[in-house]
């Protein structure tokens, strides 16, 4: 894991999730795969081994950089700008 830049633009405390789950696949009747979480705003995305792959879609339309697991047991986080595991 390296430091990334993007790391200390990030709110702190970790923002709260604004859902339990992908609300995009919801309104579309897709199921996602797994979930991630946005760090800057909270946002529930689905990963990129969904179909719509919601998460990525997100930093797409805001920028916001760096997104965790939203998985029970996991806290990777990744750098959407770096390209990397943070």
């Known amino acids: ?3 990334c830049p993007h790391l ?3 709110p ?8 339990e789950t992908c609300l ?3 309104a579309v009747g ?5 979930l991630r ?8 995305g689905c990963c990129d081994s969904s179909p719509l792959r919601h998460g990525t879609a997100h930093f797409e ?3 916001h950089p760096v997104m965790r697991s939203f998985e029970k ?3 990777w986080r990744w750098c959407f700008r770096d390209g990397s595991i943070v």
Not at 30 to 34: G, I
Not at 37 to 43: D, I, N, Y
């Open 24 to 26: 995009e696949c919801r």
């Open 8 to 10: 200390q633009e990030l």
């Open 61 to 63: 339309t805001t920028g």
């Open 30 to 34: 897709s199921h996602p795969v797994q």
């Open 1 to 3: 894991m390296s430091e």
């Open 73 to 75: 047991g996991e806290s």
């Open 12 to 19: 702190h405390p970790e923002p709260a999730a604004l859902s």
């Open 37 to 44: 979480l946005c760090l800057v705003c909270g946002h529930v």
